[in-house]
């Protein structure tokens, strides 16, 4: 079968550059959307001139230009976004709202995947405030989207690794301490931890599968549901020592809002759904998703060990 043409949107950022790679890697046709927003930031720059060594295609478009979105989208069969919804970043999943009209209008696209890419928002109506906006404005995209009658595929690939694991799954940190570790309860709530690049990797596999043709996706490698305990424990054998371990209660964690910014109270609203409600294991996939490993059993993934290995 003819590999589908991938248009990535925010090829440039943290998981889109990963994109990029993975699809040239998997034998597509790529095309990144090259936005005047650029400026000189020539990081960015060189990094799409490297791409463009590599046989991936740069395309004008922007948000501000409804035309030259949908010239970029008649270009390809896949549409792949990856723009930033972390807060501490940007937060920008509303702009895909332009996207979703540009792709209307084109008419020619197989596969939307929208800029998802953590816990599944259909799954976080009850999420706390101000996190919520995150879920809320995804979901956004998908009535849009589904309203459209757009094909599509969500993924759901839970804890950035670089994220959580280098902090011990502590917000604010991003190396592990030889030290100490504050545990969230007990310390048992069980999350799911991934490896940045082989979400790229499974995210390719699945544009062109009809098994995942409007379908969530969910990234669940098996020997990556861990809980924070589980994850101290493999730091403390890989540096052969046991850390000073204290904890903070639900009701701690949640007074420790008070007088942090917004953006700081989104994020630990995140870090409180995943560590002290489990929000990412405390179901099972039903029929409207998928689990990738299962699906692409022949994809290598990196384990918690195997990635911890690196800051040792």
Request: hydrophobic fraction near 40%.
């Amino acid at each position: 079968m003819e590999k589908s043409r991938v248009l990535i949107v925010g090829g440039t950022g943290y998981l889109g550059k990963r994109l990029v790679k993975a699809s040239l890697a998997q034998g597509h046709e790529t095309f990144i959307l090259h936005r005047p927003e650029i400026g000189v930031d020539i990081e960015k720059v060189q990094l799409l001139l490297s791409f463009k060594d590599q046989g991936a295609h740069l395309v004008p478009g922007s948000f501000d230009d409804h035309q030259s979105l949908v010239n970029a989208v008649k270009l390809v069969d896949v549409v792949i976004c990856a723009i930033s919804g972390v807060h501490i970043r940007s937060h920008q999943i509303l702009l895909q709202l332009k996207l979703v009209d540009a792709i209307k209008e084109a008419g020619n696209v197989k596969r939307f995947l929208p800029s998802e890419f953590g816990t599944d928002p259909a799954r976080m109506a009850h999420a706390l405030e101000p996190g919520r906006v995150t879920f809320d404005d995804k979901m956004a995209v998908r009535i849009a989207i589904q309203e459209a009658n757009i094909p599509y595929t969500y993924i759901s690939a839970n804890c950035f690794a670089g994220y959580f694991l280098g902090g011990l799954c502590q917000p604010g940190f991003i190396l592990p301490s030889r030290e100490s570790v504050v545990l969230f309860g007990d310390g048992n709530t069980k999350a799911i931890y991934v490896d940045e690049d082989d979400i790229a990797t499974y995210t390719i596999r699945t544009i062109d599968d009809p098994r995942t043709l409007n379908k969530t996706v969910y990234i669940r490698p098996p020997k990556n549901i861990l809980s924070q305990r589980e994850v101290v424990e493999i730091w403390e054998k890989l540096i052969g020592k046991e850390l000073n371990k204290s904890s903070i209660s639900e009701q701690q964690f949640l007074a420790s809002f008070e007088g942090q910014s917004y953006e700081g109270k989104v994020g630990l609203g995140h870090y409180y759904h995943v560590c002290f409600e489990g929000c990412l294991t405390n179901f099972e996939i039903g029929e409207e998703g998928v689990e990738a490993s299962q699906l692409y059993p022949e994809v290598n993934y990196i384990t918690v060990e195997d990635y911890m290995k690196r800051y040792v």
